[in-house]
């Protein structure tokens, strides 16, 4: 054992991809393990490595982690991105139930009938201009500070400038009015660690491609 974290997923980003940029923007080096058959996930879930039977999962402090929930919280009360008190770990939850509710539209949108995508993505983009990306905007206007919580970098800074790069790519104007997002934006992606993540070469997974869909299709058998 290295004492490096493992992580256990396929090479894409999927339900990993925000395990990848918060252990990242710790500074944490981590090591991956990537599924490329069915066979592969059918053996750690006869190990017994699976709680729940499914991936992601990481190998970190002797334990076996399931759950992205659960693995982005250990990560984060770990490496001191969870707040300084209860009420900022309200707030960080609150902000990154938000992110992820989005994220999950942004996630699923590969594996939704062709016929429905039109429609899928005027629903993302609707509800990115009309809820989610003003109700962060108004975080930030309300405190006026760098962070969303505390006026110190936090999981929530980091999920939600993940997503916005998830947007960006849908349509890169969606931004466009929300100047305080596109400032965090800037900010997080100027840590260096986060800097790092973002160049070329890194263990930061491309946009799904209808090969690595189709591989998922044959791992998970969806």
């Not at 710790?26 to 090591?31: D, I, L, M, R």
């Not at 399931?66 to 919280?73: C, D, E, G, H, P």
Request: net charge positive.
């Amino acid at each position: 054992m290295t004492g490096k974290p493992v992580l256990h997923y396929m090479n894409a980003r999927g339900r990993m991809e925000s395990i990848r940029w918060l252990l990242a923007a710790a500074g944490v080096e981590f090591e991956e393990k990537f599924l490329e058959t069915a066979e592969d996930l059918a053996k750690l879930r006869s190990d017994g490595s699976l709680m729940f039977q499914q991936v992601p999962m990481v190998e970190i402090d002797g334990m076996k982690l399931v759950q992205t929930r659960a693995i982005l919280n250990y990560i984060a009360f770990k490496y001191n991105l969870y707040g300084k008190d209860i009420k900022e770990r309200a707030l960080i939850d609150m902000y990154v139930e938000g992110v992820a509710d989005l994220g999950e539209m942004i996630l699923l949108l590969p594996v939704c009938p062709p016929e429905q995508k039109d429609e899928k993505i005027a629903r993302i983009k609707e509800r990115t201009t009309n809820r989610y990306f003003p109700a962060f905007e108004k975080v930030l206007k309300s405190h006026g500070q760098d962070y969303l919580v505390g006026n110190k970098l936090s999981r929530a800074d980091i999920q939600l400038v993940e997503l916005l790069y998830y947007v960006e790519e849908l349509d890169a104007s969606l931004i466009a009015s929300f100047p305080l997002l596109k400032a965090l934006k800037s900010r997080v992606s100027s840590v260096p660690t986060v800097k790092k993540f973002l160049q070329p070469g890194s263990q930061r997974k491309p946009r799904l491609d209808e090969k690595a869909l189709e591989k998922a299709r044959k791992i998970f058998r969806f």
